[in-house]
């Protein structure tokens, strides 16, 4: 979000670019002092040479350094002439700002120097748009992919919290089911308490505190049985 606010700051910062004051100004070209015209744009020096390139490149210009300048010699410009032409452009500056100069001389004597001087200015004029639509188009460009890569993140976001709320359901149940057995659980062994209280209670009521004496009384029974089986078996020796 933060970017995507920045990216829209840096766009309509660009609208300033239609108030950079053009000037008039002359250069040397060769031996020759030229009419030109000069604009000083505070965007980085490469940002603006690219776009120049480009904008020379949409316009089907071939050029070649010559004096400094790009130079597109004895070709016909039809934004500047109708007749061949020396079209010069050159881009200087650094990282905060950048001056652009354009001049033209034409390669036909009987043409209109003068027009030829005007269509320059205003090439310059429109170069100044056609940066904005740049910047625009990579600003655009940028906020499209941080706007897609929102979208995706949205999504998944999306898709995690559905697993999340499935498995939280899931895990909501099996507490429900654990709860079920508890409260069973419980019940299970109140009930065996309650047996077993039930159990010990006739265990008393049965023996009335005498199973101590029953278990005497078949002690002593036992070593009667004991005492009779030795007799016998003496017996049994003599009757032998």
């Known amino acids: 979000m933060k970017k995507i606010l920045a990216l829209t700051l840096i766009a309509l910062m660009a609208v300033n670019l239609n108030a950079q004051e053009i000037k008039e100004t002359t250069v040397t070209i060769g031996n020759l002092n030229v009419p030109a015209y000069t604009m000083t744009i505070e965007k980085d020096k490469k940002m603006v040479q690219d776009a120049m390139e480009q ?9 070649k350094k010559t004096d400094g300048y790009e130079a597109s010699l004895g070709k016909v410009f039809e934004e500047i002439a109708s007749t061949p032409i020396n079209f010069y452009t050159k881009v200087e500056g650094n990282s905060r700002s950048a001056t652009v100069t354009v001049c033209a001389i034409s390669t ?16 310059l004029k429109n170069y100044a748009r056609y940066i904005e639509k740049l910047e625009a188009a990579k600003h655009l460009e940028e906020a499209q992919n941080v706007l897609k890569k929102a979208e995706k993140e949205q999504k998944n976001a999306v898709s995690d919290l559905e697993k999340m709320e499935k498995n939280v359901k899931k895990d909501q149940e099996k507490i429900a089911d654990l709860q079920k057995d508890v409260a069973k659980w419980k019940k299970d062994i109140a009930d065996a308490e309650k047996n077993i209280k039930e159990l010990k209670d006739k265990i008393e009521k049965a023996t009335d505190g005498k199973l101590p004496d029953a278990q005497k009384r078949v002690q002593e029974a036992e ?18």
Not at 55 to 63: Q, Y
Not at 108 to 123: E, R
Not at 226 to 239: C, D, G, H, I, S
């Open 55 to 63: 904008r020379l490149k949409d316009a089907k210009l071939k050029t």
């Open 108 to 123: 036909d004597l009987s043409a209109n120097q003068q027009g030829i001087n005007a269509n320059v200015a205003t090439f």
């Open 223 to 240: 070593k009667a049985v004991n005492e009779a089986r030795v007799v016998v078996e003496k017996y049994q020796q003599l009757a032998q």
